[in-house]
């Protein structure tokens, strides 16, 4: 029943806010157009519930710049000031709603992370996939990229095994905090997050 109210409620809350926010929708779309060119939107594949995949969207915080010989360069090198204002401020994320309307995800979940990172994890780790991805989550309210990857991981569980609807509704009073205090945006020298690189054979995060 509790589950069948979550959804109720990402439908409800997810819609309202996408109308309620077209203007914003308008207005970050001109500013990503005229600061990075066309497409407007990033698209990348995602694992959802239970690892099953979707398509996430954001709005584009990145040049697409290539080296000599053809390959993109580093995030810190193509992350621009607009697309760090639009980070700080969850603003790229605003295209997520409709993830959430269509139930790819959640407002409140573990974030849906790479694929690539599927064959990874421990199996305690992977328990995240046993609820739908959310815009924010448990790990986003208690540091997000400025943790590692052991902890965010943990609390993803953690959240898994006590979701409540008064823990979602509390996470998301915490994220607004969070976001006007634009806290734990990246991680040490790094200008997003580093890629999770698994465990070595000692089980030691890499």
Do not use: C
């Amino acid at each position: 029943m509790k589950s069948k109210f979550k959804r109720f409620f990402d439908i409800v809350a997810s819609f309202t806010l996408i109308m309620l926010l077209l203007p914003v929708y308008f207005i970050v779309a001109i500013v990503v157009a005229f600061s990075f060119g066309f497409p407007i939107l990033f698209k990348q594949s995602r694992p959802g519930l239970y690892g099953k995949i979707f398509d996430i969207y954001k709005f584009r915080t990145m040049l697409n710049s290539n080296d000599r010989n053809g390959n993109l360069l580093s995030d810190a090198e193509r992350l621009t000031s607009v697309g760090k204002f639009l980070r700080s401020t969850s603003l790229d994320e605003l295209p997520e709603f409709f993830n959430v309307l269509r139930g790819d995800m959640s407002l409140v979940g573990p974030r849906p992370l790479l694929v690539e990172y599927l064959d990874k994890y421990t199996l305690e780790q992977a328990r995240r996939h046993e609820v739908r991805p959310g815009i924010t989550g448990w790990a986003q309210v208690n540091g997000r990229n400025a943790i590692s990857w052991e902890e965010k991981f943990k609390l993803d569980v953690w959240y898994v095994d006590n979701w409540s609807l008064w823990l979602d509704f509390k996470i998301l009073i915490m994220t607004v905090i969070k976001v006007f205090r634009r806290d734990g945006i990246s991680s040490e020298n790094h200008a997003t997050m580093e890629k999770f690189q698994g465990y070595n054979d000692n089980g030691v995060g890499m």
